[in-house]
């Protein structure tokens, strides 16, 4: 089984409000990543983490906050978004155990449609 | 530094007729090449790899793709389209550590 799951699907949100994006996966995988994505353009990288610990933070402004409670469970926490952080977030893992870890293939989940209003 | 170019924006093919993505990469270690498609409002779906093992890859759906060290190309080909393969397609590079490149992606077109 090679599947990364999301929740919700969709979520509309105001800029007041306080939500969370979840993301899990039961592969056994040790590397988990969120990314941001725009119509027309790649996933951007925002957050790594390696073992449940954060490992990278592409410099993202702190209305976002992620949480890895357990190996196979990933949040997103959002707070007072803006408008232009409407976009598909999407939830990567990848075995990420051994040293070679660049042959390791990442799998996606479908993603969270965010809209802020 | 590492780096992924992919040369065509778009790229529009008769149904029937061969397809051609092209992808170039910079790397400064042996990388891992993987490319990806997208079809609207989904994630991305592996649809190959290559890992330094064969340089031709056999993907899903009748992709393959040829590593060629000396051009630092990643082409991905078809013999013939189908109108399900329209999609974005994107070409990422991996070597050390945690991170993935990633390439501007091509959006394909099937014509029927």
């Known amino acids: 089984d090679t599947e990364v799951t999301q929740t919700p699907k969709h979520l509309v949100m105001g800029m007041t409000n306080k939500k969370s994006l979840k993301c899990e996966q039961h592969m056994g995988h040790r590397a988990m990543y969120w990314y941001k994505q725009k119509a027309k353009k790649p996933p951007e990288l925002m957050f790594v983490?390696?073992?449940?610990?954060?490992?990278i933070n592409e410099s993202v402004p702190s209305r976002f906050s992620p949480e890895c409670p357990n190996s196979s469970l990933l949040n997103l926490h959002l707070h007072a978004l803006q408008p232009e952080d409407s976009a598909l977030y999407l939830c990567?893992?990848?075995?990420?155990?051994?040293?070679?870890?660049?042959?390791?293939?990442?799998?996606f989940g479908p993603g969270t449609r965010l809209t802020v209003l | 530094a590492q780096s992924v170019t992919q040369l065509d924006s778009h790229v529009s093919v008769s149904e029937g007729t061969p397809v051609l993505l092209r992808c170039n990469y910079s790397?400064?270690?042996?990388?891992?090449l993987f490319w990806y498609v997208q079809h609207p409002n989904k994630g991305l779906q592996l649809l190959l790899k290559?890992?330094?093992?064969?340089?031709l890859v056999k993907g899903i759906n009748g992709f393959e793709a040829e590593f060629k060290k000396s051009e630092t190309s990643f082409h991905l080909t078809k013999p013939s389209a189908h109108m399900s393969d329209a999609a974005e397609y994107f070409c990422v590079l991996s070597n050390t550590g945690n991170q993935f490149y990633f390439g501007t992606g091509t959006s394909l077109t099937v014509i029927p």
């Open positions: 990567a893992s990848r075995q990420g155990t051994s040293g070679a870890a660049s042959t390791d293939t990442q799998y």
């Open positions: 790397s400064s270690y042996s990388p891992s």
């Open positions: 983490y390696s073992y449940e610990k954060l490992s």
């Open positions: 290559y890992t330094s093992a064969a340089t």
